[in-house]
């Protein structure tokens, strides 16, 4: 059963592999979770990113829930922009492009063509 | 909404976003009956708003023109023939109850329990988050205040940290053992 002890240890470790990391590129992956976005399945596409967020601990990523930003039709939405204030939208997002959304787009700096909504700089 | 978490969600999501220090949810459940509440201490609702409350399309929010949450609430509820109670003070807070039959032949499932309390927990920046579930006998507790007080910090949304609450609320939700329920509808 996990406990807060526990909590503690991992959590001075992944401080110390913290100081190591490359914080000039940084993300912010932002997740609709209006009413919309909860209704289409939001919450289990914000797990997922949580999940393969931690996997990784090259690029500091923070992962944030916002309401609903227009496209009810396309939901569950997930905007991601970066250090250089560029946003990607992409949107029918499932739990399990999770994976994709970190390892190509944070990691490779790959747009994922088959999710796309929009592209700002 | 297709399953109770997800309004449970939508209804908290209202709290936290109400100023709330402190968000308290509790649900209830056993064979038969299924019942949770949210309970904040945020702004509140004026008095004079709070007639159009059930109302569809009714919102006092600037960022949309509509607000369907708490009449398909009401909705939902009326159609399983449960109870609905709202109370709200302005400055005070406001109380959310639900109380519905699981056995009713248009009940909804309770759904995903797991992933609405980290959803929540990651957007509770400012406010803790006190959850109560109590199946039968069995009873699961988080309270964010104890979690912040332990790592000493005030943001819960580190990778590492986030990954401890999803597997400390799975295990902790496995081991009411409600999973191996079969509920039987009349």
């Not at chain 2, 000493?152 to 329920?181: M, Q």
Request: net charge neutral.
């Amino acid at each position: 059963m996990k406990s807060l002890e526990e909590l503690k240890k991992i959590r001075e470790q992944s401080k110390r592999e913290l100081e190591m990391r490359d914080d000039e590129s940084s993300f912010r992956i932002m997740v609709g979770m209006g009413t919309c976005g909860i209704a289409s399945g939001a919450r289990e596409v914000l797990s997922a990113l949580v999940e393969e967020n931690a996997k990784q601990n090259k690029v500091k990523v923070a992962i944030t829930q916002v309401g609903c930003m227009g496209n009810c039709s396309k939901e569950p939405i997930v905007v991601i922009a970066d250090s250089h204030k560029r946003t990607t939208t992409y949107g029918f997002v499932k739990p399990s492009d999770a994976k994709r959304i970190i390892d190509e787009h944070i990691l490779n700096g790959k747009i994922i063509s088959d999710l796309l909504l929009s592209e700002e700089n | 909404m297709n399953e109770w978490m997800m309004i449970l969600l939508d209804i908290a999501n209202n709290s936290l976003n109400a100023n709330s220090s402190l968000v308290k949810i509790k649900i209830d459940e056993d064979c038969e009956n299924f019942s949770f509440s949210v309970i904040d201490n945020g702004k509140g609702i004026k008095k004079e708003n709070q007639k159009g409350l059930f109302s569809p399309f009714y919102t006092t929010r600037k960022t949309r023109t509509f607000g369907f949450g708490l009449p398909l609430l009401k909705e939902v509820v009326n159609q399983v023939e449960g109870t609905l109670f709202l109370k709200s003070e302005e400055n005070k807070g406001t109380t959310i109850k639900v109380a519905v039959k699981k056995t009713h032949v248009d009940a909804l499932p309770i759904g995903n329990i797991k992933d609405t309390l980290l959803t929540l927990i990651l957007n509770s920046e400012n406010t803790d988050i006190c959850f109560e579930y109590r199946y039968r006998k069995n009873v699961f507790l988080l309270d964010t205040r104890d979690i912040r007080k332990a790592l000493e910090v005030k943001k819960l949304d580190e990778p590492d940290i986030l990954l401890w609450l999803k597997t400390y609320i799975c295990e902790g939700i496995k081991n009411l053992g409600r999973e191996n329920e079969i509920v039987r509808r009349t």
